[in-house]
């Protein structure tokens, strides 16, 4: 099977897990990581031993079939249009747009180019979701009557290694 080409764009706080998750992925071919600060692109490929390169060589690259964009929220679309411009399918870390309006700008653009883009949170289609849904649809547990949910987090300045990334214009989750 041949090996799908990864660029990733974007070397900050998140990139050391996806970078870490995809290592654990034969089928991927990490092409290269770029981010604007050279130096911080640099250290992340030393660290996971893959090329630093150059956002518009990730761009170039024919064997780069998938860009993952893990720039700040603010530029993800441009970084994303750029990407579909280039004839890359895209990955986005959360959010796609800042609003509705860039995200479906961003799927039509996609779909004119017959290409995919993705963004995260994608957990919803996690195992443990799949699973419970396909029990429920099943019958297993019968007719679902009500259905409760809670999510308790201490709060991101407690684990984020830069909490006030959250509080910028167009930055945090």
């Given at each position: ?105 961003l799927a ?51 684990w984020h ?13």
């Amino acid at each position: 099977m041949d090996k799908v080409g990864i660029g990733i764009i974007g070397c900050g706080n998140i990139s050391g897990a996806y970078l870490t998750a995809m290592a654990s992925f034969p089928i991927l071919d990490i092409r290269g990581v770029a981010d604007l600060n050279r130096e911080l692109a640099e250290a992340k490929a030393a660290e996971f031993n893959v090329p630093a390169r150059t956002v518009e060589e990730l761009f170039a690259d024919p064997k780069v079939e998938i860009i993952v964009n893990l720039t700040i929220p603010k530029a993800h679309v441009a970084v994303a249009m750029q990407a579909l411009d280039a004839g890359k399918h895209t990955y986005s870390e959360k959010p796609l747009g800042i609003n509705f309006a860039e995200g479906k700008k961003l799927a039509e653009a996609a779909r004119a180019k017959n290409l995919r883009i993705g963004a995260a949170p994608d957990t919803f289609l996690g195992g443990g979701h799949q699973t419970a849904r396909a029990l429920i649809d099943q019958g297993v547990i019968g007719q679902p009557v009500g259905g409760s949910a809670t999510f308790m987090c201490p709060g991101h300045e407690r684990w984020h290694p830069n909490p006030a990334f959250y509080y910028e214009v167009g930055g945090g989750p």
